[in-house]
Nanobody, 131 residues
């Protein structure tokens, strides 16, 4: 059974940093597309950072502040959030696309990885940034 288990998150002040972690169970991360999807209060889910064989994509609002990475040996992916802003507040989900590689990193984020039958989702973790 494929699973993603998240840790990290919490409450920070504007300008501070935090790191989200996501451990895979039952599969490795080296050959799958990965993404971090955020759901802000009252808003639709949006892909904020996605990683695939073609590279890493970030939406404009997080470029230069968010860094997505993975450690294949630890079966873990990360999202480093620096210079956090109140608009970063939301529930963050890590997502793995375990299907055939057909989407670019940007396509993955543009669709917030809303494919059926090929994605594995973490349980979500709340990030709250206060001003």
């Amino acid at each position: 059974q494929y699973q993603l288990v998240q840790s990290g998150g919490g409450s920070v002040q504007s300008g501070e940093s935090l790191r989200l972690s996501c451990e895979s169970r039952g599969f490795g991360l080296e050959d799958v597309g990965l993404g971090w999807v955020r759901q802000a209060p009252g808003k639709e889910r949006e892909g904020v950072s996605c990683l695939d064989s073609d590279g890493t994509y970030y939406i404009d609002s997080v470029k230069g502040r968010f860094t997505m990475s993975r450690d294949n040996a630890k079966y873990t992916m990360y999202l480093q959030i620096d210079r956090a802003k109140p608009e970063d507040t939301g529930v963050y989900y890590c997502v793995a696309d375990v299907g055939v590689d057909v989407y670019t990193a940007q396509q993955m984020c543009d669709t917030a990885m809303k494919y059926s039958g090929r994605t594995v989702w973490g349980q979500g973790t709340l990030v709250t940034v206060s001003s």
